[in-house]
């Protein structure tokens, strides 16, 4: 009796030394943090998110002209650094490149989540065109079609427009003369052919 009470202790205490390791491993074991994000995933993300906000009204003309801007210039900023380093980006220049999109996303979020909003469900045949407009740059900026810069051009363009319709509906009780229209829908002619021109020729918004 005294033998098997030993033989199963001596049993148990073999399978436990040998289950040991497993355990070890199983509790050692960490689940790997997800690397962050690149310089030009970061980029094409502002892009999605800005050619969202366009398309939702949350990014009004004259705010994504002046993101588009900061993008713009962020992205001249980052061609300047490889020129210098071979191609290359030091760490240095990463975290610098890093610091401005931290605050550049910052500006998205509260140009997109403020109180000025574009119109998306204009009854005016002026307002259904601007609207018009902005869905096809919108298109263009999360395709990468339209690029930063030619954006940010476009959209100022834009907000001059919207600016002028707006005074001239306020200067006359809230409704444009039929030469205003006129106008306007000359205006709304030569900013469509930019769009176009914009988002078929060479360049590319680079991931």
């Known amino acids: 009796m005294k033998n098997t009470i030993w033989k199963v202790a001596f049993c148990s205490a073999v399978l436990a030394a040998m289950l040991m390791p497993a355990a070890a491993q199983t509790t050692n074991t960490t689940t790997a943090s997800p690397k962050p994000a690149t310089i ?10 800005i050619g969202q906000g366009i398309q939702s009204g949350q990014l009004t003309a004259g705010e994504a002209s002046k993101v588009e801007t900061k993008e713009s210039d962020l992205n001249k900023e980052e ?22 999109q931290n605050q550049l996303s910052n500006q998205i979020y509260k140009d997109k989540h403020n109180s000025a909003v574009q119109n998306t469900n204009p009854s005016s045949k002026v307002g259904k ?20 810069g030619e954006t940010a051009k476009l959209e100022k363009n834009e907000a001059g427009i919207n600016k002028e319709v707006s005074a001239d509906r306020k200067a006359n009780g809230g ?3 039929q030469a205003q229209k006129a106008q306007v829908n000359k205006q709304q002619n030569k900013a469509s052919k930019q769009v176009y021109k914009d988002k078929h020729n060479s360049f590319r918004q680079k991931p």
């Open 175 to 177: 409704t444009l003369t």
């Open 40 to 49: 030009n995933q970061r980029k094409e993300n502002q892009q999605d998110r």
């Open 129 to 148: 065109r601007a609207e018009n407009q902005q869905d096809r740059i919108a298109q263009g900026v999360t395709s990468g079609q339209l690029t930063a």
């Open 79 to 100: 061609r300047l650094m490889r020129t210098e380093d071979n191609g290359k980006l030091t760490s240095a220049d990463k975290s610098a490149l890093t610091q401005q």
